[in-house]
């Protein structure tokens, strides 16, 4: 009788045994998100504070969503096709469905090529703004908003109220697929809303002193810059230099705090117009701000924000559902929370923001009021 007993104990025993090793030797779920972005060329001042601020993100959720562990896959494209393909294809391989790419517009390009082959794949980015993605049913969404009308309404109306006539624009061919569609988009805002043609378009690799003297014989009454921050800061320098002291505005993409510190005091007066403001009152980005702030023992960039709010977004979509539903999902729910406003999607993954204006004033970007 006590053998049997005996026998029951240590069937129960294993039984037991067994079902607790299967209980903690099963894994959790994984998705893995991957992110194909500049993080050492001259575009990493947008790419690693974007690649901080998705971190942070996910960071607050544990890397778990329901109850599916994350994995960040971070990816430099090196500014480089090949490279930025291989990446891409790899992703593939490894089975990834949510894709965060790229910092420009023209590896954006490259990436969407591929990634449009793939239904149950989808791409967003933080910063890639050609309106070339535009009004397109494709597996690519952004939080950035895209150079159309609503981009450049205020800021060509400020550049006309401000009796500025005469518009020369430069911009860096390293991304023309943003780059150069940026000042064809805002000439075509600008005429609409009362203005000239531009005297002439120009890029960032023209001689610096062929530069200074068109400029000089042209005598424009505003230079209009589309470029990164080191290409910018570069292009300004130069022109201040030499004396040129025509009215400099600049696209989004050079508003960073290297701008100013590769331009010094020469950077005063720059106009940028953005939809992002530093010194915003909201309650999220203040929280955010500190939090990223400890964290990086740095100030947080537009792109690091963006960085964050992309992130946030997928965070939501994936307790909606399935990694591979993130498009339909979005298109269902459409409104998210940002930082500073509301983001709000249309149906082909563009975004309304607010924007504002601002001027470099004792070497700190402020809101124009």
């Not at 025993?13 to 030797?25: E, H, K, R, Y």
């Not at 049913?137 to 908003?145: G, M």
């Not at 600008?190 to 002193?209: A, H, M, P, S, V």
Request: net charge neutral; hydrophobic share 40%; with cysteine.
């Amino acid at each position: 009788m006590k053998k049997n007993y005996f026998l029951i104990a240590c069937i129960l025993f294993l039984i037991v045994s067994f079902l607790l090793i299967l209980f903690f030797s099963k894994k959790k779920e994984l998705i893995k998100i991957g992110f194909v972005g500049a993080l050492t060329s001259k575009y990493s001042d947008l790419g690693n504070p974007m690649m901080n601020g998705i971190i942070l993100a996910f960071e607050e959720e544990k890397y778990e969503i329901n109850g599916k562990q994350i994995e960040l896959i971070f990816k430099d494209d090196k500014k480089d096709e090949a490279v930025n393909r291989q990446i891409i294809n790899d992703f593939i391989n490894q089975g990834i469905k949510i894709v965060i790419g790229n910092v420009t517009s023209s590896m954006s390009k490259i990436s969407m090529s591929i990634i449009n082959e793939y239904k149950d794949m989808f791409m967003i980015s933080a910063a890639s703004a050609s309106d070339e993605f535009s009004g397109i049913d494709d597996q690519f969404f952004r939080v950035h908003v895209a150079n159309n009308a609503q981009r450049f309404d205020i800021f060509t109306k400020y550049i006309k109220n401000n009796n500025y006539k005469r518009i020369y624009g430069i911009y860096d061919p390293g991304n023309i697929t943003y780059t150069k569609n940026y000042l064809e988009s805002f000439e075509k805002s600008f005429i609409f809303n009362g203005g000239e043609k531009f005297i002439r378009y120009t890029q960032t690799n023209k001689n610096l002193d062929d530069l200074v003297e068109e400029i000089g014989n042209l005598n424009p009454d505003l230079i209009l810059i589309c470029a990164n921050s080191v290409d910018a800061a570069r292009v300004v320098q130069y022109l201040r230099i030499k004396n040129i002291k025509t009215q400099i505005a600049s696209s989004a993409w050079a508003m960073t705090p290297a701008f100013i510190e590769n331009t010094g005091r020469n950077s005063e007066g720059i106009i940028f117009n953005i939809d992002y403001d530093e010194n915003s009152k909201s309650e999220d980005f203040i929280n955010f701000s500190n939090k990223f702030r400890k964290k990086y023992q740095m100030e947080p960039s537009l792109f690091a924000s963006k960085g964050y709010e992309l992130a946030k977004v997928i965070i939501e979509l994936l307790k909606m559902g399935e990694q591979t539903e993130v498009k339909k999902n979005l298109l269902i729910k459409r409104e998210f929370k940002g930082l500073q406003d509301t983001i709000v999607f249309d149906e082909y993954g563009d975004v309304l923001r607010e924007f504002n204006m601002f001027k470099v004033t004792n070497g700190k970007f402020e809101k124009i009021k």
